[in-house]
């Protein structure tokens, strides 16, 4: 009897990896393979690294140890975004057998299968790529919401960020693939489907014809069988009063935008090269909430920033305030190599960083608070995700980004049902389904 070879996968990062990776085990699959955990015994383990900071490098290399101590006959391959960014750091790792960059990934099939023992670098020039890498899905290994990526890349060069060198210019994929990946998911009983990418404001700028993200969105809202669109992320800079409107008219599109911020000081948001002012963002979240009903508003914050002022600093809290945003994730800057922000003077150093985390996180936390408890009393339709066998628990997402939990005596995983929310217990919402 044939015994198939198994392989093993380990996705950090942001939801473009985790689409890769999807699109990888499906590769193996089809060949044969047999997909393990990733603690468990594999002859091969693929790690779907990230460089956005680092602690995202170390903790690549960390799993990229833990992979061959597991297994030390295994074979051990770095793919991504550290290994586009310092492929000879990895090479010299004992641990490490295979090295890919970021538009070659699926071609670690057949590298794996050819492997003899020697370590091997196989690094396209990604600034040479003017295509996206043919993926393409139709199950993934969250079971419910499906993350598709439509656009790989980014033209902006915010002065912090290291991803267009390691992902290169836009590259969109064409519409009439994403159609066909989204029913191809909706025939596997998907639900929801989140549009995710690098830069996913950048959809088809690299495109002849004139299409843009919200002509996929409204091609997609006419499949049949899929409940909800929902956006990963998306540039202030993108939200015009007509997009804004054109959107408002997609019905099944998330009640929630994941709206890029950084700061909210109009001078380090200068030096950090993003393409907006401060007066701008409220402008976007106005009429957001002007053409949206209570739409949740989420965002991320670097704090510590170089030169970061106290002032500027009181600035951005004052602007969390101001805005009261739904949800914020609150990163401590952290120095990347190969960035212009690397070289700027009155980098912070010490603790200083860590304090400001933690005032802002408090501040945002509370603001959450009052949003959750804004929606009590109020009827959502719920896809859920998971269930609690012990506690007879099952909990989804609302189309503005809430975790709700009901009680049921049977597993509601992957059923899109609404719920009346009536209650919030140590910060976690509780319904009853209608």
């Known amino acids: 009897m044939k015994i198939n070879k198994t392989v093993a996968f380990m996705t950090l990062g942001c939801k473009v990896n985790s689409y890769e990776t999807d699109g990888l085990v499906k590769l ?188 996929v969105l409204e091609e997609a809202n006419k499949i049949e069988g899929i409940k909800r669109l929902r956006l990963s992320s998306i540039e202030p800079t993108f939200l015009t009063e007509e997009n804004i409107i054109r959107l408002s008219k997609i019905d099944k599109l998330a009640n929630h935008f994941h709206l890029s911020l950084q700061s909210g ?67 401590k800057y952290s120095i990347r190599e190969g960035t212009k922000a690397a070289t700027m003077k009155n980098q912070i150093h010490g603790t200083l960083g860590s304090e400001r985390s933690k005032t802002l996180t408090k501040l945002v936390n509370d603001y959450e608070n009052i949003y959750k408890s804004s929606q009590i009393n109020r009827s959502h339709f719920v896809l859920f995700e998971a269930y609690n066998e012990d506690l007879k628990v099952a909990s989804g997402l609302t189309e503005n980004y809430l975790k709700v939990n009901v009680s049921s005596g049977v597993n509601l995983t992957n059923e899109f049902i609404k719920v009346d929310l009536k209650t919030i217990v140590n910060g976690e919402i509780f319904g009853n389904i209608k």
């Open 28 to 215: 193996f699959k089809n060949d044969g393979y047999e997909i393990v955990e990733f603690n468990d015994i594999a002859d091969i383990y693929i790690v779907n690294t990230c460089t956005v900071t680092n602690l995202s490098s170390s903790k690549s290399r960390q799993m990229l140890r833990r992979a061959k101590r597991l297994n030390p006959e295994s074979v051990v391959a770095a793919i991504g975004c550290y290994a586009q960014k310092e492929p000879d750091k990895l090479l010299e790792m004992d641990e490490v057998d295979i090295v890919l960059g970021n538009n070659n990934k699926m071609q670690i099939l057949e590298i794996v299968k050819k492997y003899n023992g020697d370590n091997k670098k196989v690094i396209l020039d990604i600034e040479k790529e003017d295509k996206v890498e043919d993926i393409m899905i139709n199950e993934t290994l969250h079971k419910t919401r499906a993350f598709i990526r439509i656009q790989d890349g980014c033209n902006q060069f915010c002065s912090y960020c290291i991803i267009p060198y390691v992902r290169g210019r836009i590259r969109s994929k064409k519409m009439e693939d994403i159609i066909k990946e989204i029913k191809d998911l909706r025939d596997n009983n998907y639900k929801e489907i989140v549009f995710t990418g690098i830069h996913v404001a950048s959809y088809g700028k690299d495109f002849d014809e004139e299409v843009d993200l919200i002509n």
């Open 265 to 331: 000081s109009d001078t380090v948001l200068a030096r950090m090269n993003r393409k907006y002012l401060t007066k701008d963002y409220i402008i976007v979240v106005q009429l957001l909430r002007e053409y949206f009903d209570e739409p949740a508003i989420t965002t991320d914050i670097i704090v510590a920033f170089p030169g970061e002022t106290e002032e500027e600093f009181k600035e951005t809290c004052e602007f969390v305030k101001a805005i009261k945003f739904s949800q914020v994730h609150v990163f």
